[in-house]
């Protein structure tokens, strides 16, 4: 039987030109993990850019471990895989960084945003995590706060787009304006604006 | 979604192929509503409870039910339309060659997803390869935007005089139907233009005119004809296809062919690979080009019928080629489209080597790196002036 050698090391992607970036999203079923990854693609087609985002699709349970990708670029995005070296990694569960290798595959200097009440020096050493750029923001609490729900992905997206700068914050704010407004009630909104706005501002670097 | 957008709206798969059966708004769609049917229908089953269309649409208890309302709506004289996917494209089978027998201009969306079993929702082309001898026209779309676009120009090529056979058009799934990606759409009058009326032949609806359709044929009868009469409607198509192609870059600037070459005219190695794949493939040559290497490919969008000409055409100056099949034709040569190729490159002088590689079964992921493996084992045949062995060979499968 023929079986093509598969390398222990894959190049780095590419396929969406020099610009495309790559980001992984590690959550459990429930968090929004899916619905951020798609928000960060709809940022990205309102800032001209090219995008895709997908979820590794498996059983959908409240609570299990899910995986969600979302690439962006300044060109045509072409490849379709799923992310082997995020350049970006999110995690909106830190309990996952006990039960998967969250890291696996993402570059030395990968940005590595970590949902935790922790700071990123705590983070590490409680987990023994090592690599990466780490970022820690207490999305839950923030979320608790503002949306009065224990949803964590807006204020994800806030943090990342502090951490990331791949898109102005009052980009963000204007569309969650504009999106949120057409499916919710004003009360709502602001509340997901102040989700962002305040994870924006309160992300803890190392 | 609102009416029309200058830019690109960011949808998925099945979103894109929603919005294109809005902007056709057939007559009948005929769909069975449950897995493993695809957010297709759920979809144009808000549109039809919103008002947004006229379209009757008509719920069945399976997908074989589905392909036989279908038949009998079209044959009735309505613009008719269903989608399905894996199992549900299976159940549909014998149905399928009817609605291609009585030359029926159905058009189909169908999801790409495993058969069980093990029981697999994922993506890969068994079910519609299974499908490959039904009678049916088959176009295969790589992202987002071409599932939109097959699907307005299936109408179109279904319903030509010259076919007058029903076309089913297919993207990948989960991969493209379950992801988000860019979709340009048309304006709602410039599809109406495009696609333009329907017109029913011989409808069993018009009393004044009564016809049998589906009759006993018998062993005396003109079965063995009928069949000679498909396939050559199937040759017909070539030239439809291409027309329909070529009017529809005219009004959007998008250019498609029966098959898309890709770095190919000075290639010495290609793969030949249907769906999203031929994304990745794309930036695997691009990556060995600069590295000097002579790769190119070919995307496959139309299987069914197959332009075996053009392939030999395309191909026949590249020293080995690499097939790369999603589906497997257990105990034959190689996957379906293995066989294709290495059929339609029998007559070149002198012959290039053809390959086949498997992957992806089962929606097994197809990583950059394990192109550029296969792309390796072709390099390496070219390089050594033998005839490698014509055996599968297997991508990113698991060794244990």
């Known amino acids: ?206 | 979604m609102a009416e029309t957008h200058a830019g690109p709206i960011a949808v998925t798969g099945n979103e894109a192929v929603a919005e294109a059966m809005r902007q056709i708004n057939p007559d009948v769609v005929c769909a069975y509503p449950i897995t493993p049917q695809t957010e297709v229908v759920q979809l144009y089953a808000q549109m039809v409870a919103d008002g947004a269309v006229d379209t009757e649409f008509v719920t069945v208890e399976s997908e074989h039910s589905a392909m036989s309302a279908a038949i009998g709506a079209a044959a009735g004289g309505a613009r008719t339309m269903t989608a399905t996917s894996s199992q549900g494209f299976a159940l549909m089978w014998e149905l399928l060659y009817v609605a291609a027998s009585y030359r029926l201009p159905i058009v189909m969306t169908t999801v790409n997803r495993a058969l069980s079993g093990p029981i697999n929702i994922h993506c890969d082309h068994s079910d519609t390869m299974g499908g490959r001898d039904s009678g049916w026209l088959q176009i295969y779309g790589e992202n987002h935007q071409q599932a939109y676009d097959n699907c307005l120009q299936s109408v179109r090529i279904a319903e030509h005089m010259d076919v007058r056979t029903p076309v089913m058009h297919m993207y990948d799934g989960y991969v493209i139907s379950g992801a988000i990606g860019p979709l340009v759409i048309l304006q709602d009058e410039k599809v109406r233009d495009f696609i333009g009326p329907f017109k029913a032949i011989n409808p069993m609806l018009d009393v004044e005119h009564p016809v049998t359709v589906g009759p006993f044929d018998g062993l005396h009868g003109w079965y063995f004809e009928h069949k000679v009469a498909q396939n050559r409607a199937m040759d017909r198509s070539f030239k439809v296809i291409q027309d329909v192609a070529d009017e529809f870059a005219e009004i959007t600037g998008r250019h498609y062919g029966l098959l898309e070459p890709y770095r190919l005219d000075d290639a010495e190695i290609a793969i030949v690979v249907i769906g999203s794949t031929a994304g990745t493939t794309r930036m695997v040559v691009d990556k060995l080009r600069a590295r000097g290497v002579k790769a190119g490919m070919v995307r496959v969008r139309v299987f069914r019928p197959f332009p075996h000409e053009a392939y030999a055409k395309a191909l026949e100056h590249v020293k080995v080629v690499g097939v790369m099949d999603r589906a497997d034709s257990f105990g034959a040569q190689g996957g379906p489209l293995f066989l294709e190729i290495r059929a339609a490159l029998y007559d070149s002088d002198p012959r290039p080597q053809v390959l086949p590689f498997v992957y992806g079964l089962g929606g097994r992921d197809i990583f950059p790196d394990n192109i550029e493996q296969a792309f390796a084992v072709l390099e390496e045949t070219a390089r050594s002036g033998k005839r490698a062995t014509s055996e599968r060979r297997y991508l990113n499968l698991r060794k244990d």
């Open chain 1, 1 to 206: 039987m023929n079986v093509v050698p598969n390398p222990d090391r894959m190049p780095p992607a590419s396929g969406g030109g020099e610009n495309l970036t790559e980001i992984r999203w590690h959550a459990r079923g429930g968090q929004g993990a899916v619905t951020a990854a798609k928000m960060v693609a709809e940022l990205a087609l309102g800032q001209g850019k090219y995008f895709q985002a997908f979820p590794e699709y498996g059983p959908e349970r409240s609570g299990a471990p899910i995986v969600a990708f979302t690439r962006v670029s300044d060109e045509p995005i072409q490849i379709y895989c799923g992310i082997e070296h995020p350049a970006i990694v999110v995690v909106l569960d830190a309990s996952l960084i006990a039960a998967t290798d969250v890291l696996k595959g993402a570059p030395d200097d990968a940005i590595v945003l970590v949902n935790s009440e922790m700071s990123p020096a705590q983070l590490r050493e409680h987990y023994g995590l090592a690599g990466g750029r780490l970022f820690t923001i207490a999305a839950t609490r923030i979320a608790m706060e503002t949306i009065k729900r224990p949803i964590p992905n807006t204020p994800m997206v806030g943090a990342l787009t502090r951490v990331t700068g791949l898109f102005p914050i009052e980009k963000v704010v204007e569309f969650l304006r504009y999106e949120f407004g057409k499916k919710f009630p004003p009360k709502v909104v602001e509340g997901n604006i102040s989700a962002i706005t305040r994870s924006y501002e309160e992300v803890q670097s190392e």
